[in-house]
């Protein structure tokens, strides 16, 4: 999966841009506030049909404009997909190859992604939103039967958040509709969380390799699936939390309240994990996530990586060059305020390099 | 906009109230309306007013009428014991224009949408509970959209009319006449499937 070419319009700070990219590596190099996490951003977007800093859409349209579009070429083996994608006024239209997506959901998955940004940082530090967006993005581009049912577990969520609002404020309840909805939920919330424990089975192994290669250190990390179904049956689970919801006007048991608690040593990695370590494990976490969606989908993700090398040290740097070397990764677009440091690290590797400068 | 005229504005708001309709799209029927003759305007406001005044529901089925009982339900050669239950009006001109149906309809105005405040007793269930007191109906159709909304209707009538001696069912779902295979969504296909058929030749 190799990406010739991009075009961005009106997309954030870009106002007209074309990029035509040919090396398996593409440095893009400039002063800050020149536009190069946007374009690594607008990757992102064709990708995933949204920006990797979670913004609405009408956010991504550049100040005093109305619409923005996007257009990507990617090669895979001989085939060429020609994308395109614009926005305007709310409706959000996606071509591939000149034919309309009726559903974008339908998309996600072809051009699988991973990006590396500062603002991974949010991960260990924000609230349990942020660790299942990351998990579910990952699952949704391997799992299509993933994303399609918690596309539909989300809808009937808010009509059932939406009704035991309605009875808390009214105090009256009609308990057959909140069975009828909760019946709806029930195969969906066993569907969903039995493929998030099987796919951390998988995951955690190679998180935890990928974690001692680039730290060189020898602590124990991992990811821990924290749920309401772990130690209840989820209909049974279910079944108990529905007189506490009817009081709280919550919907207290389910899938939408998982958390991924990141340890190392076992304890959290927010409190007990230094500032190398933290590093260390986001860079994995990722690089993880990369080397996953390789091995489900056989095909090399698109690796975004922004502005990493100046926070980390020479041993990390040297740690990640070793996997690329082992063409571990797909292709590379990353940033870097110097361009001097990225051909200083490149260099010895003999790895072809495209610079770009803004 | 501005409109050199107050009546124009009146007329152009009160058309872009309509689903679809845009103010640019109202000022042009309000020009429309203007370039008539008198008599087709006044004829439209007639249509309007008789509209808004003098329509009815059928105080069996709630379908609009024009009469207390609506045609369909009056029909005493239709299946009295068949009843179809529809989300709204559209919905029976769309299945009576399959010809293939002679039974009786029960509008529910709309499906349950807790999130726009539709429950259940925003819509006809009640009255579709106590119409088949009566014991005279043996079959409900339930004939919903395929969405999550049709669902939790049918769902809920199904669980509210549980223990009733009546059958219930619902229409099949799967492949369009015409429809390539190919081209049929996988819940759909995946469906379609699972819930297959005797061949019939």
């Given amino acids: 999966m190799k990406l010739k070419s991009l075009s961005l319009m009106n997309y954030r700070v870009a106002e007209r841009q074309d990029w035509h990219f040919e090396a398996d590596v593409v440095s893009i190099t400039g002063a800050n506030g020149t536009g190069k996490t946007n374009i690594l951003d607008a990757i992102h977007y064709m990708c995933l049909t949204r920006s990797y800093f979670n913004q609405q859409d009408q956010q991504l349209v550049r100040f005093g404009e109305d619409f923005f579009n996007l257009q990507a070429q990617i090669m895979e083996e001989e085939a060429e997909n020609k994308l395109f994608c614009a926005w305007q006024g709310g409706k959000k239209v996606l071509r591939k190859n000149g034919v309309v997506y009726d559903r974008l959901a339908d998309h996600i998955g072809l051009f699988p992604v991973v990006m590396i940004a500062p603002t991974d940082l949010d991960l260990i530090y924000e609230g349990s939103e942020a660790r299942r967006r990351f998990a579910d993005m990952l699952l949704s581009q391997t799992d299509h039967a993933y994303l399609l049912a918690l596309m539909r577990y989300n809808k009937i969520l808010q009509q059932k958040q939406a009704l035991l609002r309605q009875y808390k404020q009214e105090g009256r309840v009609d308990i057959t509709l909140l069975d009828v909805l909760d019946m709806q939920l029930l195969p969906l919330n066993v569907e969903l969380y039995s493929k998030r424990v099987a796919w951390l089975d998988q995951y955690n192994p190679l998180f935890e390799a990928l974690y001692r290669s680039i730290s060189g250190d020898r602590e124990q990390v991992g990811i821990r699936y924290e749920s309401s179904f772990n130690a209840l049956e989820p209909a049974l689970a279910m079944q108990q939390a529905g007189k506490d919801d009817l009081a709280s006007g919550r919907c207290s048991v389910g899938i939408h309240r998982d958390d991924l608690l990141f340890t190392i040593n076992g304890h959290p990695v927010k409190r007990f994990g230094s500032q190398g370590q933290q590093k260390s494990f986001l860079i994995s976490l990722k690089l993880a996530q990369s080397i996953y969606l390789s091995e489900v989908m056989g095909k090399k993700p698109f690796l975004l990586l922004d502005d990493i090398f100046e926070k980390l040290d020479g041993q990390r740097v040297s740690s990640l060059l070793r996997l690329v070397q082992e063409e571990r990764f797909g292709q590379i677009f990353l940033t870097d305020t110097d361009k001097k440091r990225v051909e200083a690290i490149f260099r010895p590797h003999n790895t072809a390099v495209q610079y770009i400068e803004l | ?201």
């Fill in chain 2, 1 to 201: 906009m501005n409109f050199p005229s107050r009546l124009i504005e009146e007329a152009v708001n009160a058309f872009s109230r309509f689903p679809g309709i845009g103010k640019k799209t109202a000022l042009r029927l309000t020009l429309h309306l203007l370039r008539q003759q008198q008599a087709e305007a006044l004829e439209l406001a007639r249509a309007v007013t008789n509209l808004a005044t003098n329509v009815q529901y059928c105080r069996t089925c709630h379908n609009i009428s024009d009469a207390p009982v609506c045609q369909i339900c009056a029909n005493k050669s239709r299946n009295q014991a068949l009843v179809c239950v529809v989300a709204d009006m559209r919905d029976v001109i769309a299945i009576e224009n399959t010809g293939q149906y002679n039974g009786l309809y029960h509008v529910l105005g709309g499906l349950i949408t807790p999130m726009e405040g539709i429950g259940p007793d925003q819509l006809k269930i009640a009255s579709l509970e106590e119409r088949l007191a009566t014991g005279e109906v043996r079959e409900l159709l339930l004939a919903f959209s395929a969405t999550m909304e049709g669902d939790t209707t049918a769902f809920y009538i199904g669980r509210k009319l549980q223990g009733r001696d009546i059958r219930i069912s619902t229409i099949a779902r799967g492949i369009s006449i015409g429809g390539e295979l190919e081209y049929a969504d996988e819940i759909t296909l995946g469906r379609s499937i699972q819930q297959r058929i005797p061949f019939q030749s």
